[in-house]
């Protein structure tokens, strides 16, 4: 959010603090990961409209990393489950268990009940747990035995999930992907970004433990203390909520969201909440940007990450060799999208 030194008069203290508010977050994620600033953008939109976020990408790309130092960023509460096969959505939610001292059953909350959940490779867990997670993801509520739980404000889902790796896997479907209000995809780092991050991973040592000694990892050299509160995000909340959007902006979106469902190489295309989605995160990229409204690029850097893993192809368009990315940066630029846009996420 960059405000120049010579507008600062004339910007009201609040808008001042959002911005020092959302730098010092960028500023500490940036301590500890080298680049990524497209996922640092993302999350931040996430978090300030309260929609669930799906990072997809190799391994090896920082995402754990990355949603950590987020979550430590910001006094809020963080939590990491590591999906897997055998898990049970007892193990997300919660159960009841018997209290052998008094022969009743008490309710155990599980990790869900946090500000920030991590869902790591939230593809290797069945269907069931999913569906688990989806449901408390939408209704922020949580049902354990005849008990219904509130699920505490503000309540994120970031998953992770490798797009490479099927063995062993459980692909979301659509339905369960429209829960998702972004799904971003990391790209490799640049061979600048890469080359700090090696000099860096060569400076973190060694600490000694016991009678021997550990290799530090970025793990172990993030800060933990938190540089904004969560007053300071319900700011930056109620912020995005005051951002204007003009009746022109909403008819793009209208016929962005029209064009996917009568396209004709795309078998299904956008829901309602599409159009929901883009104009929450518009608002949120505008305020971060340092707006007070939004403006076509908004709509068209943010349309990959809402609208791609909410549509399919059909048949014929597959068979063609065509790309959901492809259909969609053709009907962009179609809609007055320039090369520069189209595509490029930031």
């Known amino acids: 959010m960059n405000i120049s030194a ?13 911005a020092r508010f959302i730098q010092a977050v960028r500023d500490q994620v940036a301590t500890v990961v080298v680049g990524q600033d497209q996922v640092v953008e993302r999350l931040l939109i996430s978090l ?32 990491r489950i590591q999906f897997t096969i055998d898990l049970l959505p007892s193990d997300i939610l919660g159960s009841q268990i ?6 009743e059953f008490v309710t155990r ?17 069945a269907p069931k747990v999913q569906g688990a997670l989806l449901e408390a993801m939408q209704e922020r509520k949580v049902t354990i035995g ?42 490799y780092p640049d061979p600048s970004e890469e080359r700090e991050v090696l000099k860096r991973n060569m400076k973190l040592g060694i600490r000694k433990e016991d009678r021997g000694a550990v290799v530090n990892t970025e793990f172990d050299v993030m800060q933990q203390q938190p540089v904004g509160s969560a007053d300071d995000l319900v700011n930056c909340m109620q912020a995005v909520n005051e951002i204007h959007v003009s009746d022109t902006f909403v008819e793009h979106v209208i016929e962005v969201i029209n064009r ?27 305020l971060i940007q340092g707006r007070s409204y939004v403006i076509p690029e908004d709509l068209f850097v943010l349309a990959e990450d809402v609208i791609l893993h909410r549509i399919r192809l059909n048949y014929e368009a597959l068979a ?25 996420g930031a």
């Open 320 to 344: 063609d060799g065509l790309t959901g990315k492809g259909v969609l940066q053709d009907m962009l630029r179609d809609l007055g999208a320039t090369p520069s846009l189209v595509g490029r």
């Open 109 to 125: 909350t599980g990790p869900i009940f946090t500000n920030l959940l991590l869902a790591d490779e939230i593809n290797r867990a």
């Open 260 to 286: 996917t469902r009568n396209h004709p190489n795309i078998e299904l295309g956008c829901s309602p909440r599409a159009g929901i989605a883009l104009i929450k995160s518009s608002r949120a990229r505008a």
């Open 146 to 187: 005849n008990e219904t739980f509130s699920l505490p404000a503000p309540f994120l889902v970031i998953a992770t999930q490798n797009p490479v790796e099927q063995a062993g896997t459980f692909e979301l479907p659509e339905a369960q992907l429209d829960r998702f209000m972004l799904c971003h995809r990391l790209d």
């Open 6 to 18: 010579a507008s600062q008069n004339e910007v009201p203290e609040e808008v001042l603090k959002n």
């Open 98 to 103: 018997l209290d052998q001292k008094t022969n």
């Open 48 to 79: 300030f409209t309260g929609g669930h976020i799906l990072l997809q990408g190799v391994p090896g790309l920082a995402k754990t990393l990355l949603v950590s130092v987020l979550s430590k960023s910001i006094d809020l509460d963080f939590s």
